[in-house]
């Protein structure tokens, strides 16, 4: 057992912190703004780049498509230095961590060739078409359908909250190409344009910062079958899988171990008197940062041991959330009146930590999944 | 007479008003994004007197205070409706009567972040030592709100000493928590339907006990906290030596228990309840207004506390 860092993981983090210390002078004045929001979008897409110029974009991605080499744990060292000064790689994210090592693993050689390139240099936003209007947490009950009609699909339905739908290039739509199959059967992958004629973009104002949620109309989008990833009828593998890659998730531990840094060197340098009870808030807030810190390690450990995925990733999903929702109390009490003001850290944190039991797979799913998985209690 | 804890036949009337005005206003998700105070709406509760409640000229008491809030919490209707109760109780009758008919708008709070301070004419500092009349020495920055509030920075100059303002802290502090508690209750109820109607796996959410008990636990906490709201108001109106503390407890239960439904109502709408038109948002972030209002929660623990001699 050992708890420190080995010497390669130290030198990879201080010539990532050199880096960003360069990029990102100072306070980068969105790291506390929220994820995804379309004024970063840009700056994201540059900063991406610069990523890609020095290796840090796609370090754990095969040589062949641009990466170094590096282990789980430089991997987990990128996502904690990036995700604590506020994920300046904004919608890159998603493409580097599960969209192009799901194209990896179950494209052919020309998507590989077309699609992953551009995710490696930085250069492309994609999003996701997963959830419906009636297939929300209940995902494999997605209707969205898709008819082959000869060396097309032919596209109809509409796709909700799906970020980063105004500004992507491409979508990694699941669409239900055999309305005959029971749930998670006769559900298939397409990787579709976002220009494509018949798709039709609808921003959704939301409260969580600038980021808005768009909904998408497709009414007769023709989609090559040759933009199908993995087998027909068999996306619902592939897609489990895709997520899966990354295991765990962002670490927003570390964002939110951020903001209550951040928060409390506010506090100091106004000379507020923190109250008692609000020493407690912090204490507690920061004890739960470190609790989900070690359990997400738990998880890079499974995968640098070549471990299969296994619940540990559900128990530190859950342990995330509970920090993002413990460090925003902890904000807002050390900020009082100022977290009306809009964007202060603690109003930030708050919309941020609102978000994050519902955001990609609900806080009671997972709990479910605890119970199930981790406990063996049964099923309902 | 023994306890009666339902509002009488005339403070039933003027809820009834209130909700009627806030229903032909249209308030609700409307509100924060068309102009942060409509006039009609304002004038319209200035007309029913609801603005001058607890004032000597304007009559009423708590109680009324309380059941006007009520209603007003129900609709998450927007306005600097606890500061314009504390001045009332603070300020003389010839100085509130333009706040009192709608004419003008008090900024309550401390310094330098004040409520509304960016519409208002009156500014009342109000702390644990006391409350002072004052105005601000440049006009306030505009401060941009996440309700959509005009607050602003303002550096104020003391005019005149108002006491120790334990009496109007109290009377804020009770005017809050019977608009939380309803806006909480509000928020509840919109769930709930919202759990039995949307269905997942075949089945309505509410029929899983993750999405039920949270709200029936809400519910409970909801509950009591407007019946607190109620208490404290009546021991104000009755003068009982015991008023502060009551206002301070029943503050700090609606803040718990309204934080904690807002959380529920987000977490059972899902992602509907982030969207500014959903049901949701709008007046959960008038609850997280609400509960920094009109003191910092700091000073009602300590008032509690010192009701039970600590």
New interface residues.
């Given amino acids: 057992m050992e708890f420190d860092w080995a010497e390669e993981d130290v030198s990879y983090r201080s010539e990532l912190q050199a880096f960003l210390q360069d990029e990102l002078p100072g306070r980068w004045e969105g790291a506390t703004a929220v994820l995804g929001s379309a004024e970063n979008a840009e700056y994201s897409r540059r900063f991406a780049g610069l990523l890609a110029d020095e290796g840090w974009l796609t370090p754990h991605w095969p040589a062949e498509w641009g990466g170094t080499g590096a282990t789980p744990w430089m991997l987990a060292v990128l996502g904690e230095e990036l995700w604590s000064r506020g994920e300046p790689r904004g919608p890159q994210y998603m493409n580097v961590n599960w969209i192009g090592p799901s194209i990896m693993a179950h494209g052919t050689a020309e998507q590989c060739e077309r699609y992953l390139p551009p995710i490696a240099a930085g250069d492309v936003i994609w999003c996701q078409g997963f959830s419906e209007p009636e297939a929300g947490t209940d995902l494999a009950s997605l209707r969205t359908r898709a008819v082959p009609d000869g060396d097309h699909y032919v596209v109809n339905g509409s796709k909700i909250w799906t970020s980063y739908g105004d500004i992507a290039d491409h979508c990694y739509l699941l669409v239900r190409t055999d309305p005959g199959a029971e749930r998670h059967h006769g559900i298939s992958v397409l990787l579709m344009d976002m220009d494509s004629p018949g798709l039709e973009v609808r921003p959704i104002p939301g409260m969580v910062g600038e980021h808005s949620f768009t909904e998408l109309f497709l009414s007769d989008v023709r989609v090559p079958a040759a933009n199908r990833l993995g087998p027909e009828n068999e996306g619902w593998a592939v897609v489990r899988e895709a997520l899966s890659f990354e295991r765990v998730g962002a670490p927003r531990w570390a964002r939110a171990a951020y903001v209550l840094d951040e928060t409390l060197q506010w506090a100091r340098e106004l000379g507020r008197v923190i109250e008692e009870s609000t020493v407690e808030a912090v204490g507690r807030a920061k004890a739960a940062c470190e609790a989900a810190r070690m359990l997400c390690y738990r998880v890079i450990d499974e995968r640098a041991r070549d471990l299969p995925p296994s619940p540990h990733a559900n128990v530190a999903r859950v342990a995330m959330v509970q920090a993002e929702r413990l460090t925003a109390d902890a904000c807002a009490a050390l900020q009082g009146n100022e977290i009306m003001r809009y964007g202060s850290s603690s109003d930030l944190q708050t919309r941020k930590s609102l978000a994050a039991g519902v955001a990609a797979g609900t806080y009671e799913v997972q709990l479910n999944l605890v119970a199930r998985r981790h406990l063996g209690l049964p099923k309902s | 007479m023994g306890l009666d804890l339902a509002y009488s036949v005339e403070q039933q009337e003027l809820a009834r008003s209130v909700d009627g005005l806030c229903r032909r206003c249209g308030t609700g998700a409307g509100f924060t994004d068309s102009e942060p105070l409509p006039q009609k709406y304002w004038s319209g509760l200035a007309d029913l007197g609801v603005l001058a409640l607890g004032t000597a000229d304007g009559g009423g008491g708590s109680l009324e205070i309380a059941a006007a809030m009520e209603q007003l919490g129900a609709h998450g209707a927007p306005g600097p409706l606890v500061g314009t109760f504390v001045a009332g109780a603070l300020l003389d009758p010839s100085e509130m009567e333009p706040i009192a008919e709608g004419r003008q708008l008090a900024s309550v709070?401390?310094p330098p972040?004040m409520?509304w301070a960016a519409a208002a004419e009156v500014f009342i500092e109000l702390s644990s030592e006391g409350a002072w009349l004052c105005e601000p020495a440049t006009a306030p920055e505009p401060?941009?709100?996440?309700?959509g509030?005009p607050?602003g920075r303002a550096e104020l100059q003391r005019l005149r000493h108002l006491g120790d303002g334990i009496s109007a802290a109290a009377l804020g502090e009770a005017a809050a928590a019977a608009y939380l508690a309803s806006a909480a209750g509000h928020l509840v109820d919109i769930a709930s339907q919202y759990a039995k109607d949307r269905?997942?796996?075949n089945r309505p959410i509410a029929t899983?006990?993750?999405?039920s008990h949270p709200l029936a636990s809400c519910s409970v906490s909801v509950t009591a906290s407007r019946i607190m709201a109620r208490e404290a108001a009546s021991a104000i109106d009755n003068r009982d030596p015991d008023a502060p503390a009551a206002a301070a407890r029943a503050r700090l239960s609606a803040v718990a228990s309204a934080t904690a439904a807002a959380?529920q109502a987000?977490?059972t709408f899902?992602?509907i309840?982030?969207?500014?038109?959903g049901p949701v948002?709008h007046v959960?972030?008038r609850i997280?207004?609400l509960s920094?209002q009109p003191l910092?929660q700091?000073a009602a623990?300590t008032r509690v506390l010192q009701g039970l001699g600590v």
Avoid: M
């Fill in positions: 709070g401390q972040l409520p401060v941009e709100t996440t309700a509030e607050w269905v997942q796996f899983f006990q993750a999405i959380y987000h977490q899902g992602a309840g982030f969207t500014i038109e948002a959960s972030l997280r207004q920094l910092p700091a623990r």
